[in-house]
């Protein structure tokens, strides 16, 4: 059964949420089949697929491009495109043009746009008009240069009153759920206590509705350096490169193509 914002709302407190990230058919079809309910094509494509050291430079095109990839492979998981950096920022009438064309264009259910309580008349709009949202505060990495860099947040007593506030104004503005990245454990915690929808935590600790990680870490795929909350489940990228190595070997020996392989 395909996952609405309506079944993640009522998860909160019933089910933890699994959300991963998917840029490619391939990738989406395996990630729907393993029953996660959340995929989001997130803006990291910039850095996993695209190979740019931040997720600015990546364009509408991009982001609509990979999300029909994406929703092509997926059947029943709530479909999330990510809001690229000057996609949303510059005017409201923008934003909601191109959020339409993540759900018009590219079969996304929903977008992620980041940004705390100064995000919300945007927010507003998108849910008045029909495109639900998720949330995304704590570490915004579209705001990297202005954060000074990749950096655990909500160290201060002033920007944890701060990250609570903008939770619960995004909630009061509608979204169906908050990621929370890169937050210590127990600020994670007591966001997820005080509001009533799923956050959906990024290196928040064990206390989130949910997490996300990026596939391509997750799965050993990415060559830069991984964060530490970014667990590898497999090493993919070492296979990878094993098969590579083997066949440039047995292309050059000769021996592939073999008899089997052959007509
Ligand atoms: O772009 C992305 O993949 C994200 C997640 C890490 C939350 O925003």
């Known amino acids: 059964m395909k996952w609405t914002t309506t079944k993640i709302r009522k998860a909160k407190g019933q089910q933890k949420l699994a959300c991963l990230t998917a840029y490619d058919y391939a990738t989406a079809t395996l990630i729907d ?58 005017s409201i009438e923008q934003g909601i043009a191109n959020a339409g064309r993540f759900v018009k264009e590219a079969g996304a259910d929903a977008v992620k746009v980041e940004g705390g309580a100064f995000r919300t008349p945007l927010v507003k709009c998108l849910i008045q008009n029909g495109i639900p949202v998720l949330g995304h505060i704590g570490l915004t990495p579209q705001s990297v240069k202005e954060m000074g860099g990749f950096r655990v947040q909500g160290r201060e007593p002033a920007s944890v009153a701060k990250l609570l506030s903008d939770a619960a104004a995004l909630e009061a503005a509608g979204c169906f759920a908050i990621v929370l990245e890169c937050l ?38 990415h060559s830069a350096i991984t964060p530490r909350f970014a667990k590898r489940y497999a090493d993919i990228g070492t296979t990878m490169k094993e098969a590579f190595v083997s066949y440039k070997a047995e292309v050059e020996a000769g021996s592939f193509p073999s008899d089997e392989h052959a007509y």
């Open 33 to 90: 089949g393993s029953g996660v309910p959340l995929v989001l094509v997130g803006d990291s494509l910039a850095m996993t697929m695209l190979g740019y050291p931040t997720t600015l430079p990546v364009t509408m095109e991009d982001m609509l491009h990979h999300t029909l990839a994406v929703s092509r492979g997926v059947k029943e998981a709530l479909i999330v495109g990510d809001m690229p950096f000057l996609s949303y920022q510059i």
């Open 184 to 221: 210590p454990e127990a600020i994670g915690r007591q966001i997820t206590d005080a509001i009533g929808i799923p956050t959906i935590g990024c290196g928040a600790g064990r206390h989130c509705d949910g997490q996300v990680l990026v596939t391509h870490d997750m799965l050993g795929l």
